[in-house]
Every structure is written in C-alpha cells, then in structure tokens.
C-alpha cells in the first residue's frame, strides 16, 4: 500500500516488543503509516494491532542478522519512500559479565546484533529515504566514553559505543546527502531487558522521544540525544 502525499511512512526495525512496540504505537497515534518488522516467531503482537490499524500499519519479518532476509526486505519495499528508517532491534549479554570473562560467541553476539547489524540495514535501505528524510537508530546513555565512570555493562556498553562509532563514520562518507542522522538513548526504561526496577516508564520515555525525533526532522548531521532532546557526550 501506497502512502499518500500528506502521510509519512516510518520504517522501524526490531518494533516486536519493548520500546520498538511502543513507537510503533505512538507513530500510529500521530497519524503515520508504519511498516515494523519482527523476527517471524515474533510478530504475533504487531500483527494484531495491524488488525485494528484501518491499513496504517503493515508487518514485515526480519532478523537483521541475517543478510539474505535484509536484502530480501528491501527487495518487497522497492518502490517505497521511507521518511524515517529508524532501527531498534538490540540485545544484551549478563549483566554481571566482563570483558574479560564473556564467551567469545557471547561477545560476537551482542557485537553483531548492536552494531554490525543495524548498520548493514542503514546501508542497504538508505537510498529510500529522501534527503529531507531521517535515519536513526537507538544507542544508549551507555554507549558514552565521557560518561563511563564505572565498570557496568562492558559488553554492552561496547557494543553501544561501537554502534555511534559506525554512525558518525557513516555520516562521513553520506555528507552529500543532507539528512538527519540521531543516535537516541530513551534512558533506563522498564522493559523486558530494562528491567522492572528501571528509572522510566516506557509512557514516560517513548512518547518524549518521538518528540526529539520529530523536532530534529530537516535537521542535517549526526545529532547523539536523549529522550528529552539533551545532547549525550560522546
């Protein structure tokens, strides 16, 4: 299905669950058409929502991982215009890991699935999005050298930092296409891999980030935020 003229399309990768579920649903509150991806074992809750959607949002499988199913995607939304491409999907390891005793296959995992994989999607999907359009993709308060005082979530954290790494380096070599580019770290959120002790509630955080998103539209270069539109140290 077609947008029309007067209706943006969002392309949110890894929206299955968590915060990506929630931005799908605030999108479709604001009147956007969105197309959200899930792995195929988790797409059943997107689907249903779809049900009551009135055709605004269309479910796609994905496991970004995987190259084939990548290219495959961008192969079914050819003729497509994305005005935002924004990518979710991320996993962590233990929490109480190191780098010094994390499994080498651990490791590779968080690495591949924070950093490599999201960066693989931009790549292939960002001819469809206009120059006056946005990538993003959720990073993380986290992944900020300046602010890693202490010695939490390494693997993580890396992977973060990693993933802003490749941004900034793929903001180099696109800078004839005037886009906005946003890191977005939506703060410590209760959800499944938040926890239910963290600091934000996903009403209190997502909607918030939609708005930074939303005001950094036209906005050129590589903007690392929060979900309140304060800049993250690098």
Do not use: C
Request: charged share 20%; aromatic share 6%; glycine share 8%.
């Amino acid at each position: 299905m077609q947008n029309t003229p007067s209706q943006k399309t969002i392309l949110l990768i890894g929206a299955s669950r968590g915060l990506g579920f929630a931005m799908v649903e605030e999108y479709l509150r604001r009147g956007y058409r969105v197309i959200a991806t899930g792995r195929a074992t988790s797409t059943e809750k997107l689907r249903r929502l779809a049900e009551t959607s009135a055709g605004a949002l269309e479910v796609e499988t994905v496991d970004i991982t995987i190259t084939d199913q990548v290219a495959a995607l961008r192969a079914r939304l050819v003729d497509r215009r994305i005005d935002l491409l924004f990518v979710n999907a991320g996993v962590k390891n233990d929490d109480h890991e190191t780098i010094a005793d994390v499994s080498t296959e651990e490791f590779v995992r968080v690495m591949v699935t924070n950093s490599l994989s999201p960066m693989r999607v931009i790549d292939v999907f960002q001819d469809l999005v206009p120059a006056t359009g946005t990538i993003g993709v959720m990073s993380s308060g986290q992944g900020s050298i300046t602010n890693a005082t202490n010695a939490n979530f390494e693997v993580y954290r890396g992977s973060k930092a990693a993933l802003n790494m490749f941004m900034r380096t793929f903001e180099a070599r696109s800078a004839e296409y005037p886009r906005s580019l946003l890191l977005m770290a939506p703060g410590w959120v209760q959800t499944d891999m938040g926890g239910p002790t963290a600091r934000l509630t996903i009403e209190e955080s997502i909607p918030n980030l939609v708005n930074t998103i939303e005001a950094y539209e036209g906005r050129s270069g590589l903007h690392y935020l929060d979900y309140l539109g304060r800049n993250v140290p690098w």
